[in-house]
């Protein structure tokens, strides 16, 4: 999934039941705020959910690239 998305969508909300982080699998759990993100890759709807750990390592990461090419995090 390393093309851009024909549609993409990102909210930040609070866990009502237990999720996994899809970059550290770590549980985010009940009342956790994570950030959810959905959209379509090549015809294909996918959605991940973020932690805000991870989410804050990639807002860090992103915002100090002086480039538009940000890092890609990949379900292992």
């Given at each position: 999934?390393?093309?851009?998305?024909s549609?993409?969508?990102?909210v930040?909300?609070?866990?009502?039941?237990?999720?996994?982080?899809?970059?550290?699998?770590?549980?985010?759990?009940?009342g956790?705020?994570?950030v959810?993100?959905?959209?379509?890759?090549?015809?294909?709807?996918?959605?991940?959910?973020q932690?805000?750990?991870?989410?804050?390592?990639?807002?860090?990461a992103t915002?100090?690239?002086?480039?538009?090419?940000?890092?890609?995090?990949?379900?292992?």
């Open positions: 999934m390393s093309d851009a998305p549609a993409f969508r990102q930040t909300r609070t866990a009502r039941k237990v999720h996994k982080c899809c970059e550290c699998r770590r549980q985010i759990v009940v956790e705020k994570y959810y993100s959905s959209g379509i890759w090549s015809g294909d709807p996918s959605d991940f959910k932690c805000a750990l991870c989410n804050q390592a990639f807002e860090e915002g100090r690239s002086d480039t538009d090419e940000y890092p890609l995090f990949f379900l292992s």
